[in-house]
T-cell receptor, first 114, second 114 residues
Framework: AQSVTQPDIHITVSEGASLELRCNYS??????LFWYVQSPGQGLQLLLK??????LVQGIKGFEAEFKRSQSSFNLRKPSVHWSDAAEYFC????????????FGAGTRLAVHP | EAGVVQSPRYKIIEKKQPVAFWCNPI?????LYWYLQNLGQGPELLIR????????DSQLPKDRFSAERLKGVDSTLKIQPAELGDSAVYLC????????????FGPGTRLTVL
């Protein structure tokens, strides 16, 4: 079955430190992959997406993600975290077969220490 | 441009009572989604509309849940009767029709069933 896994439930980093959030997928063909961010009381906001082509994808707010087929991963990175980045981050994949259905991981909650 | 609007933002009811959630998508977005987000989990699709047609309602518990999008614009999701396990956040999203178009999410309705 197609699935998305986020191994880290909670991560804490210091402000200014680098960040990497992990995402693994299980899909038959090349997946469409997404990263969303959810701040408290807010809806999900799309950070970036990968469909094909360049495996390093740039997104909003200084985030980037790298698609690695050999590792079935799509990890999210940011070189220097700001306190405002504290939120919940969700990796998602698009179910293939024409269903246009997003499958979300369980999320990683990011805390930022001053 | 206004985003996806949902109301109410919070709802507290007793079990066995009915409840309804309303969603107004972004103007021009033909596709509308209702998601369920349990605490500590990623969103799960309940139903997807393209215009007035429910094209994917396979995850909607039809014994107690119903949804409608009569004029192909705003939508209502209803639960009758509510159960304790229905306590969750109900998210609405919209997108342009077509594969992998960005889904824009509303802030959600947090339901508490006592």
């Amino acid at each position: 079955a197609q699935s998305v896994t986020q191994p880290d439930i909670h991560i804490t980093v210091s402000e200014g430190a680098s960040l990497e959030l992990r995402c693994n997928y299980s899909y038959g063909a090349t997946p469409y992959l997404f990263w969303y961010v959810q701040s408290p009381g807010q809806g999900l906001q799309l950070l970036l997406k990968y469909f094909s082509g360049d495996t390093l994808v740039q997104g909003i707010k200084g985030f980037e993600a790298e698609f690695k087929r050999s590792q079935s991963s799509f990890n999210l990175r940011k070189p220097s975290v700001h306190w405002s980045d504290a939120a919940e981050y969700f990796c998602a994949g698009l179910l293939s077969g024409g269903y246009n259905k997003l499958i979300f991981g369980a999320g990683t909650r990011l805390a930022v220490h001053p | 441009e206004a985003g996806v609007v949902q109301s109410p933002r919070y709802k507290i009811i007793e079990k066995k009572q009915p409840v309804a959630f309303w969603c107004n998508p972004i103007s021009g977005h033909n596709t509308l989604y209702w998601y369920l987000q349990n605490l500590g989990q990623g969103p799960e699709l309940l139903i997807r509309y393209e215009n007035e047609e429910a094209v994917d309602d396979s995850q909607l518990p039809k014994d107690r849940f119903s949804a409608e999008r009569l004029k192909g614009v705003d939508s209502t999701l209803k639960i009758q009767p509510a159960e304790l396990g229905d306590s969750a956040v109900y998210l609405c999203a919209s997108s342009l029709v077509g594969l992998a178009n960005e889904q824009f999410f509303g802030p959600g309705t947090r339901l508490t069933v006592l």
